[in-house]
């Protein structure tokens, strides 16, 4: 695959990526009032909607934590994953490539402009170089989280081929204690996420996202579903 190939497969991985993470961000928006807001699992998690409550609120964190799993993990060749992502980034033409596109910028022709142009283009250059290497670390440290290990044992046992436990007279999921898994585990991870997220849009795209705004949007759905 030559350089312009690999750097149009990467931009379209990397898109597709961040649209998969702020989906399961938002998917957990939603999630996150039924386990920490007393006042919603009152409201809708007693009485006659306790079971269909339950329902809804393990669908939503399994796949939560299936989604993580796989935007970290799937190594298929058509998965825009973060470890896919990693391996297409370790060549150095690709580098090279990418850092000038990130670097560049229009440069006058006045004499006494082009010095200022030239300093902000190296410190463009030591700031890609630095995103990189950031990028880099993030990803090996997230790859020897206990928990983020377990979201791949948790898809690959069970939610991606449904093996559910029967107990009590019915099929349901395991308990996630059992993978050392906890309520705000996928809230920590897509936490840790993010950095990685967003330096793969610089280093690729030269692009970011408006968070900020995409949080607030992402709280009004929660609130306006809950009604809280």
């Known amino acids: 695959m030559d350089v312009k190939t690999r750097i149009k497969k990467l931009i379209g991985y990397s898109e597709n990526l961040l649209t998969f993470y702020l989906g399961t961000v938002r998917k ?8 920490f807001s007393q006042e919603v699992c009152n409201k809708y998690g007693s009485k006659l909607a306790s079971n269909g409550y339950v329902v809804v609120r393990e669908t939503l964190y399994y796949g939560v934590v299936q989604d993580i799993a796989n935007m970290f993990f799937d190594k298929g ?4 994953s973060i470890l896919n992502i990693k391996d297409m980034l370790d060549n150095n033409l690709v580098m090279e490539s990418l850092e000038n596109k990130y670097t560049s910028e229009y440069v006058p022709d006045y004499e006494d402009m082009k010095s200022v142009y030239e300093n902000r283009r190296m410190k463009r250059a030591q700031e890609f170089k630095t995103y990189h290497k950031e990028l880099v670390e993030y990803i090996e440290i997230l790859k020897k989280d206990q928990e983020l290990k377990s979201c791949k044992s948790i898809r690959d046992e069970f939610t991606a ?7 009590g007279g019915e099929y349901s999921y395991p308990d996630i204690s059992k993978y050392g898994m906890k309520w705000d585990t996928p809230k920590r991870l897509l936490t840790e ?18 968070w900020e705004q995409f949080e607030s949007q992402n709280n009004r759905m929660a609130s306006g579903l809950w009604s809280i």
């Open 161 to 167: 081929h449904i093996d559910l436990q029967y107990s």
């Open 77 to 80: 060749k058509t998965n825009p």
């Open 28 to 35: 957990y928006s939603v999630l996150h009032p039924m386990i």
């Open 193 to 210: 996420l993010k950095p990685i997220i967003e330096r793969i849009g610089y280093i690729v795209r030269a692009a970011d996202l408006n």
